[in-house]
């Protein structure tokens, strides 16, 4: 997904005990040019001296800080560089429900292009960086340059593609498949940034993965401890350890004979 000007520097590249997010290699902190942006993205553009010296800049977030919240004016979409978050929508009645945990290497804050106005508040779980991207700027070049347009369609797209899998996933899948297909997403977008894809720390609290998956926090915390019973996962506080893999894809598969899948067995044997 990244090329050689973006991968993930060696020095900074730290164990699940650590604590520390995957951290993008980058010349400048400050600002991030347009051609190292679309390459983030998995993308590329032709060579253009009228593209070379377009840059954004890059603001650094603490724990908790927010980048944008809900109802603020839509003025830019964001690149997360390092870290992860969280995007936190609020109803009329209070209730809080975790839409997404965006980490390196994904945009956020495309939601505001309708209305004029975020519809959710971005919020970060640990210290971290983003670029601020003007969309009156991108759009700009969008019309200049048909390469810049369509790394525009191709976010567009790929927040469809998000928000559909989330349908799929809160509409059709139990609670154990919705764990397990959590953690298997976790695994690979940290398994493209360079990172482990079986060893990993949570930054997110259960209540949120809770919030996220459409279930309670003791159903979070159940289904975890009953998916390490079975010997699929090491649980350790927010540490988590992949133990089988393959065993974790067969809870997804919906025509597995009931046989086949191990935390249900667990379950039924324990009644």
């Given at each position: 997904?990244?090329?050689?000007?973006?991968?993930?520097?060696e020095?900074?590249r730290?164990?699940?005990?650590s604590?520390?997010?995957?951290?993008?290699?980058?010349?400048?902190?400050?600002?991030?040019?347009?051609?190292?942006?679309?390459?983030?993205?998995?993308?590329?553009?032709a060579?253009?001296?009228?593209?070379?010296?377009?840059?954004?800049?890059?603001?650094?977030?603490?724990?908790?800080?927010?980048?944008?919240?809900a109802g603020?004016?839509?003025?830019a979409?964001?690149?997360?560089?390092?870290?992860?978050?969280?995007?936190?929508?609020?109803?009329?009645a209070?209730s809080?429900?975790?839409?997404?945990?965006?980490?390196?290497?994904?945009?956020?804050?495309?939601?505001?292009?309708?209305?004029?106005?975020?519809t959710?508040?971005l919020i970060?779980?640990?210290?971290?960086?983003?670029a601020?991207?003007?969309?009156?700027?991108?759009a700009q070049?969008?019309?200049?340059?048909?390469?810049?347009?369509?790394v525009?369609y191709?976010?567009f797209?790929?927040?469809?593609?998000?928000?559909?899998?989330?349908?799929?996933?809160?509409?059709?899948?139990s609670?154990?498949?919705?764990?397990?297909?959590?953690?298997?997403?976790?695994?690979?977008?940290?398994?493209?940034?360079?990172?482990?894809?079986?060893?990993?720390?949570?930054?997110?609290?259960?209540?949120?993965?809770?919030?996220?998956?459409?279930?309670?926090?003791?159903?979070?915390s159940?289904?975890?401890?009953?998916?390490?019973?079975?010997?699929?996962?090491?649980?350790?506080?927010k540490?988590?350890?992949?133990?089988?893999?393959?065993?974790?894809?067969?809870?997804?598969?919906?025509?597995?004979?009931?046989?086949?899948?191990?935390?249900?067995?667990?379950?039924?044997?324990?009644?």
């Amino acid at each position: 997904m990244f090329d050689a000007a973006m991968h993930i520097v060696e020095s900074d590249r730290q164990s699940p005990a650590s604590g520390s997010a995957p951290v993008l290699s980058t010349p400048n902190w400050a600002s991030i040019g347009l051609l190292d942006l679309v390459a983030a993205l998995g993308d590329k553009l032709a060579q253009d001296p009228r593209l070379a010296d377009v840059r954004f800049p890059v603001r650094r977030v603490k724990p908790g800080e927010r980048l944008y919240r809900a109802g603020d004016r839509f003025e830019a979409i964001y690149l997360v560089r390092c870290g992860f978050f969280k995007t936190l929508r609020v109803d009329e009645a209070g209730s809080e429900q975790v839409l997404a945990f965006p980490m390196s290497g994904d945009v956020v804050g495309l939601d505001g292009v309708d209305s004029g106005r975020y519809t959710a508040d971005l919020i970060a779980l640990d210290t971290g960086h983003a670029a601020v991207v003007s969309f009156s700027r991108i759009a700009q070049l969008g019309r200049e340059h048909p390469g810049v347009e369509r790394v525009l369609y191709r976010l567009f797209s790929r927040e469809l593609v998000r928000q559909h899998g989330m349908i799929c996933l809160l509409s059709t899948l139990s609670a154990d498949s919705r764990v397990a297909t959590f953690l298997l997403d976790l695994s690979e977008r940290l398994g493209r940034l360079g990172c482990s894809r079986t060893s990993f720390v949570l930054r997110m609290t259960r209540q949120e993965i809770g919030s996220y998956l459409g279930m309670q926090l003791e159903t979070v915390s159940r289904t975890l401890s009953a998916l390490s019973a079975a010997g699929l996962i090491a649980v350790d506080g927010k540490s988590i350890e992949l133990l089988d893999m393959k065993g974790l894809r067969r809870l997804l598969d919906p025509q597995e004979e009931p046989a086949a899948r191990p935390v249900r067995v667990l379950r039924r044997a324990a009644a």
